[in-house]
């Protein structure tokens, strides 16, 4: 576990398509937002891909032992939903690809 002030480095390069694979991630929605967490800093871009990504049981559970950067378990990391104000949101696709059936909206 790190504790504040310390850092810990990473021996290799980090790929995400690596770890998340290519497939399924061409099509995706992007806008700019801002952290889940106070102090809420609009310095974020948001990319939510259409086609979900799988964990396993593992990997989630993983997620839920992670700690910031004060050693404090991460939980809790949302806030609600944010007036739109004058964000654009962005696509990767052309929109007549919007009514493809594959895409299924929640």
């Known amino acids: 576990m790190q504790s504040e002030g310390q850092r810990a480095s990473v021996s290799e390069e980090f790929n995400l398509k690596a770890l998340i694979g290519e497939e399924g991630t061409h099509r995706y929605y992007r806008y700019d937002g801002s952290l889940t967490t106070p102090p809420c800093y609009e310095s974020v871009i948001w990319t939510v891909l259409i086609d979900p990504l ?23 990391t949302y806030r609600p939903v944010q007036p739109l104000r004058t964000r654009k949101l962005f696509r990767s696709f052309f929109s007549k690809d919007i009514f493809d059936e594959s895409i299924v909206f929640l």
């Not at 799988?54 to 809790?76: G, P, V």
Request: cysteine-free; aromatic content about 14%; glycine content about 0%.
């Open 54 to 76: 799988k964990l396993s049981s593992e990997q989630l559970h993983a997620f839920w032992k992670l700690y910031d950067s004060k050693a404090k378990l991460i939980k809790n």
